[in-house]
């Protein structure tokens, strides 16, 4: 059943969707996984986590295939070392991916950290003949969006990690006596993932940059951290991955960072 699923795996790839080739060129020229985030590093990232992508997608679609009609396309795989070394090469670009998504999560934690200040600094108060001081109901929707961006990302650097770690092995050559974890710990690892994926999706923790509620609670009104983009909205929706704990010559994960349902991703 495993051996089955991973095959639906690799073959939804070759048509797109949530992720794949097609997504990796199209997010190249859109950047769609973007998410809204305004860090200067994100944008580069975004650049380099695809390319990435791209040389894991090309060599996992090649393996697939050889694995597939081994008497056909495997056969002329050969000449680059055979299918099973190109599921291996291909984990080279999902470890680059997974190494950079734990940088460009860092980055954006620092892009909250900064909203948070400007959310204290502008956010008023609101008279209440009840409370006086009592803080404004944007300001704290404000701090309960950012806080939640905030594990979210902080999850979203947990899975890439869990990720990471077998990866290193997975580009590993057969036999070397670097592969010093067990494979049930490499499973194990994938299967913390996979749970963690499904519920930072079922929980609504995105990625992407939160759209905070105006400073002032009035419609129409424009705060000077608002014109320097503090708070600007978020145009893409968060990435998200599916995770798959074992498949026939390849183990891997499953767009980012393997459950991904849209990652990112995410």
């Known amino acids: 059943l495993s051996a089955k699923c991973a095959d639906v795996r690799y073959v939804l790839r070759f048509h797109g969707g949530y992720s794949g080739l097609l997504v990796e060129i199209l997010n190249m020229k859109t950047l769609r996984f973007l998410g809204g985030w305004k860090h200067p590093a994100a944008k580069w990232f975004a650049y380099a986590q695809s390319a990435a992508l791209m040389q894991y997608y090309i060599c996992e679609n090649a393996a697939f295939l050889g694995w597939t009609a081994p008497k056909w396309i495997g ?18 670009g999902w470890g680059a991916w ?10 954006k934690l620092k892009e909250l950290a900064r909203m948070q200040r400007e959310v204290e600094e502008t956010y008023t108060r609101i008279p209440s003949l009840f409370s006086p001081g009592k803080a404004s109901q944007n300001k704290i929707e404000a701090l309960r969006l950012l806080a939640k961006s905030r594990r979210a990302l902080q999850y979203n650097i947990v899975r890439s990690v869990l990720f990471l770690i077998p990866d290193i092995q997975w580009c590993l050559k057969p036999g070397s006596r670097w592969a010093i974890l067990p494979d049930a710990l490499v499973k194990s690892m994938c299967l913390a993932e996979a749970l963690l994926g499904y519920y930072t999706h079922w929980a609504g923790y995105g990625c992407s940059r939160p759209t905070l509620p105006d400073p002032n609670g009035r419609e129409g009104s424009t705060s000077p951290a608002a014109k320097r983009g503090v ?5 893409t929706q968060p990435r998200a991955i599916f995770s798959s704990l074992t498949s026939p010559g390849l183990k891997e994960r499953s767009p980012r960072l393997a459950f991904r ?4 991703e995410n």
């Not at 708070?231 to 145009?235: K, R």
């Not at 349902?261 to 990112?264: I, W």
């Open 75 to 92: 056969k002329k795989l050969e000449r680059f070392g055979g299918a099973d070394e190109l599921g291996r090469v291909s984990c080279f």
């Open 98 to 107: 997974c190494a950079m998504e734990i940088l460009s999560s860092s980055c």
């Open 231 to 235: 708070f600007s909205p978020s145009t």
């Open 261 to 264: 349902l849209g990652a990112v």
